[in-house]
C-alpha cells in the first residue's frame, strides 16, 4: 500500500492524463469517460490527474514534517532526560506550557501571522507538534539510562556525549522508528485536516484535504468529488499504520 502510493507520487506527471490544475469551466462535471477517467470537478479539472498529484503533496508535506519533527525530538528531549536535575526539570515545564495549548489553536495562530503556503503550514505542525515527540523520547530516555550498560560504560570511562550518541540513542532508535512510522498516517491525517479546514494550502493545489474540502458542497449532486480523495487518504493513512504495527510486532514481540 505504501509501495503503491509512494511510486504513484514519484511516477505522477507519467500517470496523470491531463494537467491537474488546468481550468475549463465548459468542462465541469463531466462523466468519467477515455479523456477524463474519473470525470471532472467543478472547475472542468481532471478528477484522476488531480488525485495523482495529491499523492505527491500529502506525501511530500507529510513524510519531511515527521522527519524534522523526529530529528528535533530527539536532540532536544534526549540531553536533558539523561542530565537529569535542573536542566530535565526545566524541560518538563516548557513542555507542559506548550502542551497546554491545543495544536489546532497554535497552527492556526502561525498560519494567521506567516500566511498561507506549504513551507508555512510545515513550520506552524512543526512548531505545533515538536513538544509531544520530544516528551515521548523523555521517557524513554529516562528509562534507558538506568540500566546496567550505561553504568559499565561510565565506569569504563565513556563520556557523557559517547554515553548519548553511541548507547542511548542507538538503544532507543528502534522503539522511535516504529512510533515515527505510525505518526506519518496521523501527520498525513493532520494536514488533510488542516487543509479541509482552509489552513496553509493555497486555493487549487491538488491535495488531498484541500480536494476533500470543497467536497462537501457537491455532497448530493456528485459524492464521487468527497468520496474519491477521502478513500485515498483512508488507503495511505492504513498502509503506514499496517507498517508500523507490523514494525512493532517484528522489534518488540513481547509487546504485541
Not at 554515553?163 to 542511548?168: A, L, P, S, V
Request: hydrophobic letters at 55%; charged letters at 10%; proline letters at 6%.
Amino acid at each position: 500500500m505504501i509501495a503503491t502510493t509512494a511510486g504513484i507520487a514519484i511516477f505522477a506527471p507519467f500517470i496523470a492524463v491531463n494537467n491537474p490544475e488546468e481550468i475549463n469551466p465548459a468542462n465541469k462535471f463531466i462523466q468519467a469517460g477515455a479523456g477524463y477517467p474519473l470525470g471532472t470537478d467543478q472547475l472542468g479539472r481532471c478528477v484522476f490527474s488531480r488525485l495523482v498529484y495529491g499523492a505527491r503533496y500529502s506525501l511530500g508535506i507529510s513524510v519531511p514534517v515527521l522527519f524534522i519533527l523526529a530529528v528535533i525530538s530527539v536532540l532536544i528531549g534526549t540531553i536533558p532526560a539523561y542530565v537529569g536535575g535542573r536542566l530535565d526539570r526545566a524541560f518538563s515545564v516548557i513542555c507542559d506550557i506548550f502542551m497546554s495549548f491545543p495544536p489546532l489553536l497554535v497552527v492556526l495562530s502561525l498560519v494567521g501571522a506567516l500566511g498561507q503556503g506549504i513551507l508555512n503550514i510545515m513550520v506552524a505542525v512543526v512548531f505545533s507538534m515538536w513538544v509531544w515527540f520530544a516528551k515521548i523520547v523523555r521517557s524513554y530516555v529516562l528509562l534507558e539510562k538506568q540500566k546496567g550498560y550505561i553504568t559499565a560504560a561510565k565506569i569504563a570511562g565513556c563520556t557523557d556525549a559517547q554515553i548519548i550518541t553511541r548507547h542511548i540513542i542507538p538503544n532507543i532508535l528502534p522503539a522511535m522508528v516504529v512510533y515515527f512510522s505510525t505518526g506519518i498516517a496521523g501527520m498525513m491525517l493532520m494536514i488533510s485536516g488542516f487543509s479541509f479546514l482552509g489552513l496553509g494550502i493555497e486555493a487549487g493545489v491538488p491535495e488531498w484535504g484541500a480536494m476533500l474540502s470543497s467536497g462537501p458542497a457537491y455532497l448530493y449532486s456528485h459524492p464521487s468529488l468527497l468520496v474519491y480523495p477521502g478513500v485515498c487518504i483512508l488507503f495511505t493513512a492504513a498502509g503506514f499504520n499496517l507498517f508500523g504495527e507490523a514494525l512493532r510486532d517484528i522489534i518488540s514481540p513481547e509487546e504485541a
